[in-house]
């Protein structure tokens, strides 16, 4: 009987190599990628060591450098990259003041909660500290 799946949700890392960043790449995968003459005559200028296969791919310039989920390395060309992925885009705001941590709850003074979407906020006082409650929409049921 044929039965359908969906993949999980799975966070990665990814560097797009533009030709010109090796040194980022080769820092960031720990030593795992590396470029050669011998490559850029067949068009793939880059390689990146796939410990999880324990073989090293060539890598085309514009092709991304994907971090999997069990830490291995593999290129994937952007057209590809940018169906299969999207960007996390960290919540803006920004914070200076005093934090108290108690029981899953933060209260702090001077918390901008309307710029921040994950999080559930009342006035506590009337020198505006706020009891905040950050909440991991992922898992909220």
Known sequence: ??????????EIEAV??????????????EGLFKE???SEKSGFPGLIYDNLHETWIQVAVGQWIVRGAKGEFY???????????EE?????FTFSGTLEYRD?????????VDANPNA????????YEREVIIRDKANDK
């Open 1 to 10: 009987m044929v039965q359908k799946f969906r993949t999980k949700i799975v």
């Open 16 to 29: 797009r190599y533009d030709g010109s960043n090796s040194m980022e790449l080769w820092q960031w995968t």
């Open 36 to 38: 050669t003459i011998e």
């Open 75 to 85: 290129p994937c060309d952007d057209e590809t990259f940018h169906w299969k992925y």
């Open 88 to 92: 996390i885009k960290e919540p803006d």
């Open 104 to 112: 899953g709850v933060v209260t702090a003074e001077g918390f901008d």
């Open 120 to 127: 559930d906020a009342r006035r506590v006082s009337d020198d």
